[in-house]
């Protein structure tokens, strides 16, 4: 007898994501006033910047890009006066021998300006292959640079992170900013020339063949502003997607997402957040086509007029034959500048509006990286003393600090423990000046550090925070950090046997030069546990006099915790140390415990009068042995 398995009981459908709006300053289209008339009013600007930009990169590549521009219009000027006279000779009177004889000269210009502007264009897109790398680098360059550059604070300000997403968009439309920019050069110039000679012709072909192009140029400008309006609106969107992708490819969390059967609700997450942002996409979509319909109509309607005027020219004889012949090319080149002119005006518009985002983000990290002073503190330091430090994260209500007092001393252990949000890790941020205190001061040796290079204080601090990097690097630079205190690698060595690691190490196929990066490049990969011993060998490779251990341990095991601990214990002479910690056990090593709890140091002391205090502390180690 076949039995059926019972039916699935009645469960609630996944949670859609959660809808992303910002408000504030950041949170507004900075095109949503701007009229038609502003809009284009920006390409001067934008010239005068891609100018500026290419010039600091590449100087030579420039001055060929201008010289190839100029060489292009004199040839379309050569080439069309050239057309000029050999209709005229062409279609005048005489025998066909001599008209073709005559016309002969003529022909030859026609010819080497023709070659003129084929190697003058190959000469540019050379200056452009030039130029543009270069562009590209520094734009991302500086984009990671202004990021790594700006106090810690920054990331949780209001729009900070999608202002830096809309930057990156920036540095990817830095490629095709130098090629719009030379070809609409390339094609003022060419305009320029057949607008000379049409107007040399007749007077009223140049206003007619403006109007042919002008509907062109305007639909595009319109339509870039759309898609900018589209690609505003997504911002906070794709920034969300693309972090939920990273985090759902990234191996290291592959086996979260496979045994807690995650696999199916990220996929339809994500296949949930990019449909709504397809919707906006697909929203604007009529408005595209309402847009190019209108303006390809009028542009239409505007090039027949134009092609009926010059008819009307030759055939009421207002023109001659020869002058005509000649007009019908003028025009076909005239209108083919003129639109080249147009759309690559438009396309520098476009691209001005994400790299406005790109400078607008570098302005705002600008700001936002440190000014603090350039009091330089002392090599060695002997105290630091915090004196009612108040902290409090941007968009929050309470202080994750508020009002601390504490002093450490040179030779001390300092452990801090406290519940979960209590402002432990808040506490160190403040001490090593990652953070500055709202209220209150942090005195390294006297020194203010909200007065004090901070680059000077960094030299002096090292820090295991709870969430440290696995970085892509070999094993050597993931220890020195890319800071080699010498040219030989005894002083790795000796951070490597602190912690226990020597054996793994020398296990690994290429010992310190073994590349860490194992899913990318074909590197090895640590255990979480060796990961962490590495980034403890890390703090003591530094040789600093503060020393910063947050959750230090908490991926080891026994052995490797107590390695850790005694290394802690001999070093602690030369240098202020301070472990954060939940394992209240290893708080023994200390010479003093800070309790915390709701941004406060509530209680201090050593290990054993806390623990018969009867406090949080007392109550802690209680639960720890219950456990």
């Known amino acids: 007898m076949t039995r059926t398995a019972p039916p699935e009981p009645d469960t609630p459908p996944p949670p859609p994501p959660a809808t992303i709006t910002f408000e504030g300053k950041y949170g507004e289209n900075p095109l949503a006033g701007a009229g038609f008339g502003a809009m284009c009013r920006r390409l001067p600007a934008v010239l005068a910047h891609?100018?500026?930009?290419?010039?600091?990169?590449?100087?030579?590549?420039?001055?060929l890009l201008l010289l190839c521009q100029l060489l292009t219009g004199g040839a379309a000027a050569l080439v069309l006066a050239s057309t000029a006279e050999a209709m005229r000779h062409l279609l005048g009177a005489g025998p066909v021998t001599e008209r073709l004889h005559a016309s002969l000269p003529a022909l030859l210009a026609v010819t080497a300006g023709a070659a003129a502007g084929r190697i003058s264009g190959a000469l540019a897109s050379y200056a452009d292959g030039r130029i543009t790398p270069l562009l590209i680098t520094e734009a991302d360059?500086?984009?990671?640079?202004?990021?790594?550059?700006?106090?810690?604070?920054?990331?949780?300000?209001?729009?900070?992170?999608?202002?830096?997403?809309?930057?990156?968009?920036?540095?990817?439309?830095?490629?095709?900013?130098?090629?719009?920019?030379?070809?609409?050069?390339?094609?003022?110039?060419?305009?320029?020339?057949?607008?000379?000679?049409?107007?040399?012709?007749?007077?009223?072909?140049?206003?007619?063949?403006?109007?042919?192009?002008?509907?062109?140029?305007?639909?595009?400008?319109?339509?870039?502003?759309?898609?900018?309006?589209?690609?505003y609106l997504n911002v906070g969107d794709r920034n969300v997607r693309s972090m939920m992708r990273w985090w759902a490819t990234y191996s290291r969390y592959?086996?979260?997402?496979?045994?807690?059967?995650?696999?199916?609700?990220?996929?339809?997450?994500?296949?949930?957040?990019?449909?709504?942002?397809?919707?906006?996409?697909?929203?604007?979509?009529?408005?595209?086509?309402?847009?190019?319909?209108?303006?390809?109509?009028l542009g239409g309607l505007f090039l027949?007029?134009?092609?009926?005027?010059?008819?009307?020219?030759?055939?009421?004889?207002r023109v001659a034959l020869p002058v005509a012949a000649t007009a019908v090319v003028a025009v076909q080149t005239a209108l083919a500048a003129l639109s080249q002119f147009v759309q690559n005006g438009a396309a520098m518009f476009h691209t001005s509006l994400y790299l406005a985002d790109m400078r607008s983000f570098l302005g705002l990290a600008a700001?936002?990286?440190?000014?603090?002073?350039?009091?330089?503190v002392?090599?060695?330091?002997?105290?630091?003393?915090?004196?009612?430090?108040?902290?409090?994260?941007?968009?929050?209500?309470?202080?994750?600090?508020?009002?601390?007092?504490l002093t450490l001393r040179r030779g001390e252990i300092l452990a801090v423990v406290g519940e979960n949000g209590s402002g432990k890790s808040t506490l160190t941020r403040l001490l090593t000046g990652i953070l500055l205190p709202d209220k209150g001061r942090v005195l390294w040796d006297g020194t203010?550090?909200?007065?004090?290079?901070?680059?000077?204080?960094?030299?002096?601090?090292?820090?295991?925070?709870?969430?440290?990097?696995?970085?892509?690097?070999?094993?050597?630079?993931?220890?020195?950090?890319?800071?080699?205190?010498?040219?030989?690698?005894?002083?790795?060595?000796?951070?490597?046997?602190?912690?226990?690691?020597?054996?793994?190490?020398?296990?690994?196929?290429?010992g310190l030069d073994t590349l860490l990066a194992k899913e990318l490049w074909g590197g090895a990969e640590l255990s979480g546990g060796q990961w962490q011993r590495l980034a403890c060998a890390r703090a003591l490779y530094r040789d600093t006099p503060l020393v910063i251990l947050d959750e230090p341990t908490s991926q080891m095991d026994p052995r490797g915790e107590h390695q850790i601990f005694e290394r802690i214990r001999?070093?602690?002479?030369?240098?202020?140390?301070i472990v954060v910690t939940h394992q209240l056990e290893n708080t023994r090593c200390a010479d003093r415990v800070v309790v915390m709890e709701h941004g406060r140091i509530v209680e201090q002391g050593t290990y054993e009068e806390l623990a018969h205090a009867g406090g949080l502390f007392a109550d802690l180690v209680r639960l720890a042995g219950d456990r």
């Open 50 to 63: 891609t100018a500026r930009m290419a010039w600091a990169v590449d100087r030579t590549g420039v001055l």
């Open 141 to 231: 360059v500086a984009l990671v640079g202004a990021v790594c550059r700006v106090e810690s604070a920054a990331y949780g300000e209001d729009g900070f992170s999608d202002r830096q997403e809309a930057a990156e968009v920036g540095v990817t439309r830095t490629r095709t900013m130098v090629q719009d920019a030379q070809r609409f050069l390339a094609a003022l110039i060419r305009m320029a020339a057949a607008a000379g000679v049409v107007t040399t012709l007749h007077p009223t072909m140049l206003p007619l063949l403006l109007l042919a192009v002008l509907p062109a140029g305007a639909g595009a400008v319109l339509s870039a502003r759309v898609d900018y309006e589209t690609h």
């Open 254 to 297: 592959g086996d979260e997402v496979r045994a807690n059967g995650m696999t199916g609700y990220l996929l339809y997450w994500y296949r949930a957040l990019s449909d709504r942002i397809d919707r906006r996409t697909l929203t604007a979509a009529p408005r595209m086509l309402r847009i190019t319909l209108t303006t390809a109509a």
């Open 304 to 317: 027949c007029l134009t092609w009926a005027v010059l008819a009307w020219l030759a055939v009421t004889g």
């Open 367 to 376: 700001e936002r990286a440190p000014r603090r002073g350039t009091a330089a």
């Open 378 to 405: 002392p090599e060695r330091v002997d105290e630091i003393r915090l004196d009612e430090a108040v902290y409090r994260y941007p968009g929050k209500d309470r202080p994750a600090v508020d009002g601390v007092s």
């Open 448 to 510: 203010d550090l909200a007065g004090a290079d901070p680059d000077s204080v960094w030299r002096r601090t090292a820090l295991v925070p709870q969430n440290f990097a696995c970085w892509p690097l070999r094993v050597r630079e993931n220890v020195t950090l890319g800071q080699p205190r010498t040219y030989d690698d005894d002083a790795v060595w000796e951070a490597v046997d602190a912690v226990g690691m020597r054996e793994p190490v020398e296990r690994l196929p290429q």
């Open 570 to 577: 001999r070093g602690a002479a030369g240098r202020m140390t």
